[in-house]
């Protein structure tokens, strides 16, 4: 089985990801991004924004939190106030589709990394790496980060290079089958606002053809979390 998971969203290809889903009748979790959903950069239109979300919840996906602004690891005094925003901004438009209150899954930006830091010591300045210390902040929280199994540098992918995403794709799940998992599958329907922009139109591509194989191959899909 697999997942397909969609984060920093929503963005100018959400809409056509939507549509590519609900012609294959498979549901999909979006870890949005707070200020691409209410300040909605990439278009310069919230309510443009609004429309979609409602939109893809009506649609039967879950909607997820991605924190309001995606700050980097290395930010990480600052998750624990832009996980809160980000989740009211999520809470609210699921309050709008009607969808009851419950707990909103959550995922990191970047996933688990490890952080360098630096610290002075009496022995002088010292730097080291640690595992994520946002993890430690989540466990603060309650809340837990729900990964994947991989990644695909879709934000990297020119348009044009969908086939090439998508045999990737496929690849990963022939993987995960051989060591008897599932796969979650983590790709992107917006941007962050960095030098790799909001379009992201290998991955509507690639997500038409990796949904087209999975019907051929009778791979059958969920959503994480599971209901
Ligand atoms: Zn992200």
Known sequence: MFALTFDDGPGPDTSEVLDVLRLAGVRATFFLLGRNLEEAPWCGDPAKARALVLRAAREGHVLGNHTYSHLRPDRWPELAADLKRGEAVVR?????????????????????????????????TLNFVSLDPRLPVLASLGRAHLHWTSDFDDWLAKPGEGAKLAAKMSAHVDQCIGLGMDAVLDLHDSGTGSASGYQRRATVEAVRLFLAEAQRRKWRSFTIPQP
């Open 92 to 124: 609210a438009v699921r309050a709008e589709a009607g969808l009851p209150d419950g707990p909103v899954p959550f995922r990191l930006p970047y996933g688990v990394r490890l952080v360098e830091q630096t610290m002075p010591s009496p022995a002088g």
